[in-house]
């Protein structure tokens, strides 16, 4: 069984930058693809990107593309978003999931929830 802790939450003014961690237990990361979601107030859950297993691809959503960026520390399994130029409208809280999908298809899939951390950008 996998588990994922967020960390990193909290309140940002807009334009700033913020830095979300996700800690994976049960299984490495370095076997894992790593997506980031998150949901606003009201709103359905959307995907924002995700890491595949092996580091080197990386899918993210068009109104993050080009801000946002996802990393990998495998020693310390861990996933990291950074979240730059940062919007009211990215407001929301921000889940970690984790995936065993091998295919072209491997950003789907995600099996694995963190209970996510909230993210408030202030304008």
């Known amino acids: 069984q996998v588990q994922l802790v967020e960390s990193g939450g909290g309140t940002v003014q807009a334009g700033g930058s913020l830095g979300l961690s996700c800690v994976a237990s049960?299984?490495?990361?370095?076997?894992?693809?790593a997506g980031w979601f998150r949901q606003a107030p009201g709103k359905a859950r959307e995907f924002v990107g995700a890491?595949?297993?092996?580091?080197?691809?990386?899918h993210y959503a068009d109104d993050v593309e080009g801000r946002f960026f996802i990393s990998k520390d495998d020693a310390k399994n861990m996933v990291v978003l950074q979240m730059n130029s940062l919007k009211p409208e990215d407001t929301a809280t921000y889940y970690c999931?984790?995936?065993?999908?091998?295919?072209?298809?491997?950003?789907?899939?995600?099996?694995?929830w963190g209970k996510g951390t909230l993210v408030t950008v202030s304008s």
């Open positions: 999931a984790a995936g065993m999908r091998y295919d072209n298809r491997w950003y789907d899939g995600m099996e694995y």
């Open positions: 049960g299984r490495s990361f370095g076997a894992l693809n």
């Open positions: 890491l595949k297993w092996s580091g080197d691809d990386t």
